[in-house]
């Protein structure tokens, strides 16, 4: 069933296909309301993790609407986010720049020309004070994809500076310890580092910040632009459920974490696969966490899923279709009960957010729940014989292509000799070869396609250029050094002791080094050393503080 | 058509960490016959340099999904210039636009590659520039590089052809 041989197979990935009938019938599925669906609020949660309510009037929806934003110096990204909060973002969605996402501080020479454009540049506790100043954090949540322990960090400092209580703070952030160093995020960092300052993260805001989400399993960017949805999802449960195990393993109680826990998964474009995915992984939860993991707090078991449309499904190619496929996936997402979602904007496949593309995505969102009435009834797909067969599929073959990888061995040493790795770098390739061949239909390139002088919508916006921030580089040097070196250096000696002690809260003693004067890259250099790494692996960072 | 002598590096640039396209692309170039080494993420132009000239390559791929590839070029192509006979670039990804292309070529870059290329036109165009007629024929850069730092950028993930 491998779609080439000549690989190993525990290395690849099965045929994802799904063979669709061109009819469903009462017969091809076997529904039992109860057991497998209940109404939404009810376990095993299929239908959606709240119970449906009745919508009065003109009552806005409970759906939080944000944007992927988060460009140059804090200080722009805090007049991007009061642009969005102006125009009827409901939430933030922060993203780091390239260095940002690397742990790697702006003045790093690595980081030269990649500084704040293509997200916000977040080297010191001051940046995220910057980042934050002004807005609404007891009312706006706000989405972090940014280094797990850091942005935690970042944000809790900042708000309790900016004079909000901690314990008010609403949002989330990203968690990837098992696949960031194989995909896009490399941070040079071991495993174990990886999985501990998750761990530790996870801890320190269930004891901090009640209501902040700190474990959001990203399956969105692990598989983006390569594996396909049942994939997607059984290598995010492998994840999720590695993490649920090493923090049980610090003592802490499965049902004191287990409701903060939530998913955020792609949307590509086949609209009833998605919502599938979504229905399937609710369930496959539900009944993981209470049969397997013996939680009992119902909020334990019920996964708010929260989703990235894809980016991968945008094109440089006719940029205006874009638009619609953004509105396709927001429907499917809608119908599936996300409630929490952003849609890669029209000029992905070139650019971070132009505003123009901004204000289309929010837009996007705001005609499919004002004006289409997808929302306004939960899980109008449930007892489609169509949409349950496929979500009793997906929730079988996700199943058991995590008992499979799980019975070849130890998560981590898989990761170590390469196993993940192999998975998304073919399914890149594979993704690649079928756009190439025909075999997956991309409007636009490869058919339907325009010649380019007649392909000019939009272009003018994918010039504009955002450049590096230069003056910031500079401003992060002479601030390092002019500062209070023995709080700094104090600072890294603590964090160091704490990574040490197997017991201690490494993100606790980041919150102090950011509040010393500790730059993220200084708190990653020692924490990689604590777990037998250099310093900086590409050994161009300004040196430790001594 | 096979082209078994060729030897091509392909490489990412800086702080980019998106490898979809160098990945794919090893995988035409490796199929059409060629020797492909990839350096993996975190590439500065000291180290493309360097490895270029070390391993004997015929041609240079850069897969570029951030805009560092901009600021990089010049130096890129003043150190790929240096060796003899030049080294001839190629730059390629979905997120160059048409002054970003133009940009490039200014900056010396050899070809850029768009979206929407196939793969008959990558292979083939890695073949022509790697022919020595093309390399002979490419701008000399008089200026040495020293190799007192053999290794700019760590190689991490470095994959090589048939390993």
Avoid at chain 1, 225 to 237: Q, Y
Avoid at chain 1, 379 to 406: C, K, M, N, Q, W
Avoid at chain 1, 429 to 456: F, I, K
Avoid at chain 2, 27 to 33: C, F, Q, T
Wanted: glycine share 8%; net charge negative; with cysteine.
């Amino acid at each position: 069933m491998l779609a080439s041989s000549g690989r190993p197979a525990s290395a690849s990935t099965p045929d994802q296909r799904l063979e669709v009938l061109p009819l469903y019938r009462p017969g091809d599925v076997d529904i039992d309301y109860e057991r497998d669906l209940a109404d939404p609020g009810s376990y095993p949660y299929t239908r959606g993790s709240r119970p449906a309510r009745t919508k009065a009037g003109h009552e806005s929806s409970d759906q939080i609407v944000r944007e992927l934003s988060g460009e140059g110096r804090a200080e722009w990204s805090n007049e991007q986010f009061r642009y969005l909060l102006e125009h009827g973002a409901t939430g933030l969605d922060v993203i780091g720049d390239a260095p940002t996402m690397a742990s790697m501080d702006a003045d790093h020479a690595f980081a030269a020309h990649a500084v704040g454009n293509q997200g916000v540049s977040l080297t010191r506790g001051i940046d995220y004070e910057r980042l934050y100043a002004g807005i609404p954090l007891d009312r706006v949540s706000v989405s972090h994809s940014l280094p797990t322990a850091f942005g935690v960090a970042g944000f809790y400092g900042a708000a309790k500076r900016l004079g909000f209580d901690p314990g008010l703070l609403r949002g989330s952030m990203i968690l990837a310890p098992l696949f960031s160093e194989d995909t896009c995020y490399s941070h040079n960092v071991p495993l174990e580092l990886h999985m501990r300052l998750a761990v530790d993260t996870i801890i320190f805001s269930s004891e901090r910040m009640p209501r902040f989400h700190p474990f959001v399993e990203d399956t969105y960017f692990i598989s983006d632009g390569s594996i396909e949805a049942i994939e997607e999802m059984a290598l995010g449960f492998i994840e999720l459920r590695e993490v649920v195990r090493r923090t049980v393993a610090r003592g802490l109680a499965v049902d004191a974490f287990a409701p903060r826990i939530a998913l955020l998964v792609n949307c590509r474009m086949n609209v009833f696969e998605e919502v599938a995915k979504i229905r399937a992984s609710r369930r496959l939860y539900a009944r993981m966490m209470r049969e397997e993991f013996g939680a009992e707090d119902p909020r334990s078991l019920a996964i708010n899923v929260a989703a990235h449309t894809s980016g991968a499904s945008m094109t440089a190619e006719q940029l205006t279709n874009n638009i619609v496929r953004g509105a396709s996936q927001t429907l499917t997402l809608t119908m599936a009960g996300v409630r929490a979602m952003e849609i890669s904007a029209f000029d992905e496949a070139i650019r971070t957010p132009s505003r123009a593309a901004h204000i289309v995505g929010i837009r996007t969102q705001q005609v499919i729940q004002e004006e289409t009435g997808v929302g306004d009834v939960a899980d109008p797909l449930g007892g489609s014989y169509y949409v349950e067969a496929l979500t009793d599929e997906f929730e079988r073959r996700i199943e058991e292509r995590v008992h499979f990888i799980e019975g070849l061995g130890d998560i981590l040493e898989l990761s170590t000799a390469g196993f993940f790795r192999s998975i998304f770098a073919e399914a890149m390739v594979d993704r690649a070869r079928e756009v190439a061949d025909g075999t997956r239909r991309v409007v636009g390139v490869n058919c339907h396609r325009l010649g380019p002088e007649e392909d000019s919508l939009l272009r003018d916006i994918v010039e504009q250029r955002i450049e590096p921030c230069y003056d910031l580089v500079q401003e992060v040097k002479e601030w390092r050094a002019s500062r209070d070196m023995r709080a700094v250096v104090g600072s890294l000696d603590a964090l160091t002791e704490a990574g040490r002690s197997p017991t201690a809260n490494t993100t606790a003693a980041i919150v102090d080094a950011f509040e010393a004067g500790a730059s993220m890259g200084e708190c990653i250099g020692v924490l990689r050393q604590v777990y037998g790494a250099p310093y900086d692996p590409l050994d161009r960072a300004a040196e430790r503080p001594r | 058509m096979t082209h078994g002598r060729v030897r091509a590096l392909i490489t990412v640039l800086g702080l980019d960490q998106h490898e979809a396209g160098a990945l794919v692309v090893s995988r035409m170039l490796r199929d059409a016959g060629m020797e492909v080494i990839y350096t993996g993420r975190f590439a500065l132009p000291a180290t493309i340099g360097e490895v270029a000239v070390q391993e004997d390559v015929d041609v240079v791929g850069v897969s570029v999904h951030s805009w560092e590839f901009l600021y990089y070029a010049p130096d890129l192509v003043e150190r790929l210039s240096s060796a003899e006979p030049p080294i001839p670039i190629v730059i390629g990804g979905s997120i160059v636009t048409e002054a970003d292309r133009e940009r490039a070529i200014a900056a010396g870059v050899t070809e850029v590659v768009r979206a929407g290329a196939t793969e008959e036109q990558i292979v083939a165009l890695f073949a022509r520039l790697a022919s020595p007629e093309f390399r002979q024929a490419l701008p000399h850069n008089e200026r040495s590089f020293s190799s007192s730092n053999p290794l700019d950028s760590p190689q991490i993930g470095r994959i090589r052809s048939g390993e």
